[in-house]
């Protein structure tokens, strides 16, 4: 007994050293914060759900001729959900036609990606946290739901300190000789929504909160502004199990056997995998030879595939050949390329989860389901990349004298880093902390 109150006593010592806002919200449970436990509320917010929460709708112009006539009963009738909800897709028999609407094409005359002709396609809700929503019932709490609500519940409110800035999963941001309109335009309207954030705010500066791909395209946005216009709009960036560009085994499987992202009941990934391939996005955080070496990634009896061998790995798999892949254009190079925000940045990620690090075809067959070989990570990314995008992006910062704080969570997956209660604790507490 007296072991306990020496321990408890020194606990409350300690928290004492806390910043405030940290101290309080580690005292209280996640989802315990009613009214009188309110903060005050500091600097404006921007929160970034991952890979499979934007919406994405559609319309359907006289240039569009559908493949079946199915496809073409919403021809002239306006916008409709297209990426929204994958029951009703599938329960209208619609699956074939959101395939086809979905997909892109590549235009060599404007080197970038567009839609099909006659397709438009529009994301809804630019400015708001409501534009990310989980697209079935299984997941109730995922597209940061759960920090949205510890957010509301500490006073921040949709539209006034809250936003988000919905993107189309299907575009990647463009690099070095590379150009993307849509990128392009959303970098502008995220710029504009900061802007407008901080001036809404008493010209306080932007907190970033982005989980798995929008984390990735948070630290895209803010490497394409000047320097001086981040050290005056952004306090602080949290990316929570960021997709790394040091890259990661899943981008390799997915586009191998379909993509595991965009999950339709009943509907097996590999179905998907010619939609999958006609994403720029699909080739984004391929591993990369400086982390990954020679080592094989895709084992098969004939012949094993490293980072070092993407092109003809890709040819393998008809990827050429069906003329889905403006390779010499498009592909992402290998080697690790880290560029730091150089603004204050906390990096979340869970450790101690198995994760595929080699796949086995071994008789050479992608249209199969793999043996997988296991390591470290999250369940998604692997460790080995975590570690040395997160050594990069202190080395840099620490360069200039520029805050930097990487947190391990033990047994924390990737996408329940935002879900379970311990890790949003967590979670919880970098926020605050990046907020006082």
């Known amino acids: 007994m007296a072991k306990n109150t020496a321990f408890l006593g020194l606990l409350q010592l300690l928290l004492l050293l806390l910043p405030p806002s940290l101290r309080d919200y580690l005292w209280a449970a996640p989802s315990d914060h009613d009214m009188d436990q309110q903060l005050q509320v500091y600097h404006p917010i921007i929160l970034q759900g ?22 073409g009963v919403l021809k002239g009738k306006g916008w409709f959900p297209l990426w929204n909800n994958t029951s009703d897709v599938v329960d209208h028999d619609y699956m074939p036609c959101f395939e086809e609407q979905m997909s892109l094409v590549f235009d060599p005359a404007i080197n970038d990606y ?29 597209c940061n739901v759960k920090i949205h609500n510890e957010l509301e519940a500490l006073g921040y409110q949709d539209g006034v300190t809250l936003f988000g800035a919905p993107y189309d999963i299907r575009y990647a941001p ?18 504009d929504l900061v802007q407008h954030a901080s001036e809404k705010n008493a010209n306080k500066p932007v907190i970033f909160i982005g989980h798995s791909f929008g984390a990735r395209l948070i630290l895209d946005f803010v490497n394409s502004t000047p320097l001086i216009w981040r050290k005056k709009f952004i306090k602080h960036l949290v990316l929570l199990s960021p997709t ?82 403006p390779f010499t254009k498009w592909v992402l190079p290998t080697n690790m390329r880290v560029e730091a925000p150089m603004v204050p940045t906390t990096y979340l990620n869970g450790v101690g989860i198995q994760t595929t690090k080699q796949v086995v075809y071994w008789d050479g067959n992608f249209d199969v389901s793999p043996d997988n070989v296991y390591g470290n990570g999250d369940g998604v990314v692997n460790w080995i990349s975590v570690l040395a995008f997160a050594k990069e992006l202190k080395r840099q910062h620490y360069s200039e004298n520029i805050f930097f704080k990487f947190v391990k969570i033990p047994n924390a997956t990737h996408g329940d880093i935002t879900i379970q209660d311990n890790s949003l604790k967590i979670v919880m507490a970098e926020i605050l902390e990046a907020n006082s």
């Open 244 to 325: 790394p560009p040091t890259g990661f085994m899943e981008v390799v499987t997915n586009l191998a056997s379909g993509p595991t992202v965009i999950r339709f009941p009943t509907v097996p990934p590999l179905d998907l995998r010619p939609m999958w391939w006609s994403f720029a996005s699909s080739l984004l955080s391929l591993p990369s030879t400086t982390v990954f070496g020679h080592e094989p990634l895709i084992i098969t009896k004939h012949r094993n595939y490293s980072a070092y061998d993407y092109q003809h790995f890709l040819a393998s798999l008809g990827f050429n050949m069906k003329g889905m892949l």
């Open 50 to 71: 991952g890979f499979s929460c934007s919406v994405l709708e559609a319309r359907l112009t006289d240039a569009y001729t559908p493949s079946l006539p199915r496809c």
């Open 174 to 191: 463009p690099q070095p000789g590379q150009c993307s309109k849509v990128y392009s335009d959303y970098f502008a309207r995220v710029k």
């Open 114 to 142: 567009r839609n099909r002709p006659g397709v438009e396609t529009r994301v809804p809700n630019f400015g708001s946290v409501y534009g990310f929503s989980y697209k079935d019932e299984s997941c109730p709490f995922c």
